[in-house]
């Protein structure tokens, strides 16, 4: 974004500052209910941050999505400790707090502007849309919600995109439905069956290997304990997430390819709930390669 980047920044500090207060409040309460907050603290995070109407609402949202887990319920139980929110991020709704706009100019190219929500009102600030994501607004992909991100001197707009998918194939009345079905694991990442016909092997080799130097880069820097260790465990993370999410993205969408030329009516995956509980794993490598398995989010 080139223009207006103080007032967005801004705005984005204001918001993430109420998102604290507000999930402080949640655990000093014991109430994760977005409605209930929102009734107690509405008009507070108003006045002291001085966020509009949406994006007070949003903070409300923002925080109890982090507390919709009972996991993290019962350790902020325990510990008395909350979510702390330190990421420099805001959610934008499309048409509410943002939109997109292309102006035609006189030499017939098209010029991009986003008009975004601040503290000092709404902004007309241009933008650059890369030729990647450029060709799926061509498509007929239409942008929904927004992630606003500061980094460093920079703000971005992260944009969620959507269309309508074709129909499925129904059977016919009378008919059982032809499903494939997946196995999920670690060697083999799945395995997709389909009436004994036709098989698909997708393999996970290459994930564990990077997993384990994911770990031993993470052993090296926390017996260092220096202060740029810890700086660097913080980006390791988020690198190691963004990672293993584009390859559950792109394991997904391979499924979904295969059992497309199965021709089958859906996809039945097998059901992984309490596994880490029910299974045993010998040494400490099996063990951390077993926790690294990221079968929830592959399911999702």
């Not at 601040?118 to 933008?127: M, P």
């Not at 995109?161 to 494939?180: D, K, M, S």
Request: hydrophobic letters at 35%; charged letters at 25%; one cysteine or more.
């Amino acid at each position: 974004m080139k223009n207006h980047g103080e007032a967005m920044r801004g705005t984005i500090e204001a918001f993430v500052a109420a998102c604290n207060q507000v999930s402080w409040y949640a655990v000093f309460s014991q109430e994760f209910s977005d409605r209930k907050l929102q009734d107690q603290l509405y008009q507070q995070i108003r006045e002291v941050w001085g966020l509009k109407a949406q994006m007070a609402c949003s903070v409300f949202r923002t925080v109890c999505a982090r507390y919709k887990h009972e996991d993290v319920r019962e350790r902020c139980r325990r510990r008395e400790t909350g979510v702390f929110f330190h990421r420099r991020s805001m959610p934008l709704q499309n048409g509410r707090d943002w939109s997109l706009r292309k102006i035609k100019q006189a030499d017939g190219s098209e010029k991009v502007l986003f008009s975004i929500s601040t503290l000092q009102g709404r902004v007309l600030t241009e933008g650059v849309i890369g030729a990647f994501q450029q060709r799926y607004l061509d498509a007929g992909w239409e942008p929904t919600g927004a992630m606003l991100v500061s980094r460093g001197k920079e703000v971005w707009l992260q944009i969620s995109i959507e269309r309508e998918a074709p129909g499925l194939r129904a059977p016919t009345p009378g008919q059982p439905a032809r499903l494939a079905g997946v196995d999920m694991g670690q060697n083999n990442l799945a395995v997709l069956d389909f009436e004994r016909t036709h098989t698909a092997f997708f393999k996970g080799g290459a994930i564990k290997d990077r997993q384990r130097k994911f770990r031993q880069l993470y052993q090296s820097l926390q017996s260092k304990g220096t202060r740029g260790a810890r700086r660097k465990l913080r980006q390791l993370g988020g690198k190691q997430r963004r990672w293993q999410r584009q390859q559950n993205h792109l394991l997904a969408n391979a499924i979904v390819r295969e059992a497309a030329v199965c021709c089958a009516h859906g996809i039945a995956l097998e059901n992984l709930k309490g596994i880490r509980e029910r299974g045993k794993r010998g040494n400490a490598k099996q063990r951390a390669d077993f926790h690294c398995w990221a079968f929830g989010e592959l399911r999702h």
